[in-house]
T-cell receptor
Framework: TQLLEQSPQFLSIQEGENLTVYCNSSSVFSSLQWYRQEPGEGPVLLVTVVTGGEVKKLKRLTFQFGDARKDSSLHITAAQPGDTGLYLCAGMETGGFKTIFGAGTRLFVKA | NAGVTQTPKFQVLKTGQSMTLQCAQDMNHNSMYWYRQDPGMGLRLIYYSASEGTTDKGEVPNGYNVSRLNKREFSLRLESAAPSQTSVYFC?????????????FGSGTRLTVV
């Protein structure tokens, strides 16, 4: 069974701090997606990365896909309370249609 | 706003009861999905429909059935609910291939089976 492991599971930081969350697997993915989910709502797509080594920026969020397409990271600069939420990574298996979701990193940013 | 609409938002069932979760999307997406989300386990695929007229099993299909009514609508049915089906259910859709570029999710149905 393919697994996507996210770390850390929980993170509580002060406003203005930087943080990085990780998404790791032993499997190769054709693409990897990051979502943010707020309580009582569905996940919202933040970014999709496709090419090994690819880096995408979304304002204060920087996403990187590993060179071997097995892992990814999300870095947030100067976190804001509005960044609070559950961050999910999801990898699409190579040659198939199945997407594997990680269990998520729950981030809390204190004002 | 355009997106994925799920009903109901909350439901409590007794063991053995049946119910249907409704989902509709207005983005003209070809593919639709049903996921369940349980604490510490991530989202798990129950069933999906790659295009109108087709449905396929996902990772955890037992105890569920689906119907792709038309391009817009994809329903999930629990024929005889069990406590193990207590979960939050999400419907999702995708436009380019099967989830290639990401999914649009509904806001979820929180189901409790007692």
């Amino acid at each position: 069974t393919q697994l996507l492991e996210q770390s850390p599971q929980f993170l509580s930081i002060q406003e203005g701090e930087n943080l990085t969350v990780y998404c790791n697997s032993s499997s190769v993915f054709s693409s990897l997606q990051w979502y943010r989910q707020e309580p009582g709502e569905g996940p919202v797509l933040l970014v999709t990365v496709v090419t090994g080594g690819e880096v995408k920026k979304l304002k204060r969020l920087t996403f990187q896909f590993g060179d071997a397409r097995k892992d990814s990271s999300l870095h947030i600069t100067a976190a804001q309370p509005g960044d609070t939420g559950l961050y999910l990574c999801a990898g699409m298996e190579t040659g198939g249609f199945k997407t594997i979701f990680g269990a998520g990193t729950r981030l809390f940013v204190k004002a | 706003n355009a997106g994925v609409t799920q009903t109901p938002k909350f439901q409590v069932l007794k063991t053995g009861q049946s119910m249907t979760l409704q989902c509709a999307q207005d983005m003209n997406h070809n593919s639709m999905y049903w996921y369940r989300q349980d604490p510490g386990m991530g989202l798990r695929l129950i069933y999906y429909s790659a295009s109108e007229g087709t449905t396929d099993k996902g990772e955890v299909p037992n105890g569920y059935n689906v119907s792709r009514l038309n391009k817009r609508e994809f329903s999930l049915r629990l024929e005889s609910a069990a406590p193990s089906q207590t979960s939050v259910y999400f419907c999702a859709s995708s436009g380019q291939g099967v989830g290639v570029r990401g999914y649009t999710f509904g806001s979820g149905t929180r189901l409790t089976v007692v």
